[in-house]
């Protein structure tokens, strides 16, 4: 199923051309599409109602990196901040209650310990580029999302809920996303959300260093880089479309 939708590409794909291609029941179809929408591997466009590879795929392959068109806005301010931190910087997106890391810069003075990864997954609020995703949603969306990772255990890694919340709060509160050495010792990421048209972030941009790289005053000058570099890349991405959103991401194409 996954690669009768992927070999539809840019188009998408119907439920009905899916069944013909699979020579599944559209039952059989729709009730497998539903998981796999559930999960984030398939996406489906609310105006067409064809279906796409979802975010999640982009590590395991281009298709859906083609697709999106992100990494071509986002490349130069990726490559703009890792030459001036000289640090490794991330771009993530959220898909569920998760963070999809899709891209990084590799600087020049690279940690290669560090998460994330292209191609990771990890709960909202267990890195700076997750933080940032989390802190910068509605309220309702965090103690949800909160809530579900206290109700699965191992979910959020072991943090308690209660880090969690006050680490949100002085995101909320400084302008930027601090995540200290809770995970991995000795190390500290930076992050900032990219916000869309309505004031909600559609991405982040993250640095991780070693945590002697992150104290002051070169923490304040890199928030500065990820805040300048994050509000011309939510520029570029409203320039593409006014009312650019998390929805959006579904629609992006700066290849087609």
């Known amino acids: 199923m996954i690669q009768a939708i992927s070999a539809a590409g840019r188009s998408g794909s119907r439920l009905v051309d899916i069944a013909a291609e699979t020579k599944l029941s559209k039952t059989t179809v729709h009730r497998l599409l539903a998981t796999l929408s559930k999960i ?7 105006e067409s109602g064809t279906f796409f590879l979802g975010l999640p795929l982009v590590g395991y392959g281009s298709a859906a990196a083609d697709r999106h068109g992100l990494l071509d806005v986002a490349e130069p301010h990726l490559l703009r901040l890792a030459e001036l931190t000289g640090d490794t910087v991330y771009l993530s ?10 891209d990084q810069a590799v600087g020049s003075f690279p940690i290669r310990t560090l998460n ?6 990890l ?40 880090v969690v919340r006050q680490m949100v709060d002085e995101a909320r509160a400084n302008g ?24 909600d972030p559609v991405a982040s941009l993250s640095v991780a260093a070693i945590e002697p790289r992150m104290t002051e005053p070169r923490r304040s000058q890199i928030v500065e880089w990820l805040q300048q570099e994050a509000a011309a890349f939510s520029e570029a991405l409203i320039e593409l479309d006014p009312r650019f959103s998390n929805s959006s991401m579904r629609r992006l194409s700066v290849n087609g």
């Open 176 to 199: 930027y996303a601090y995540f200290p050495g809770l995970l991995i010792p000795d190390s500290a990421g930076l992050g900032v959300p990219v916000l869309g048209a309505d004031g």
């Open 116 to 121: 994330p990864r292209v191609g990771d997954r």
């Open 123 to 162: 709960r909202l609020g267990t890195c700076a580029g997750s933080l940032a995703l989390l802190a910068w949603l509605g309220d309702d969306d965090i103690e949800r999302i909160i809530r579900d990772d206290a109700d699965h255990p191992g979910g959020n890694l072991g943090l308690e809920s209660t």
């Open 40 to 46: 984030g591997w398939v996406e489906q466009d609310d």
């Open 93 to 102: 997106v959220r898909a569920g209650n998760k963070a999809l890391c899709i």
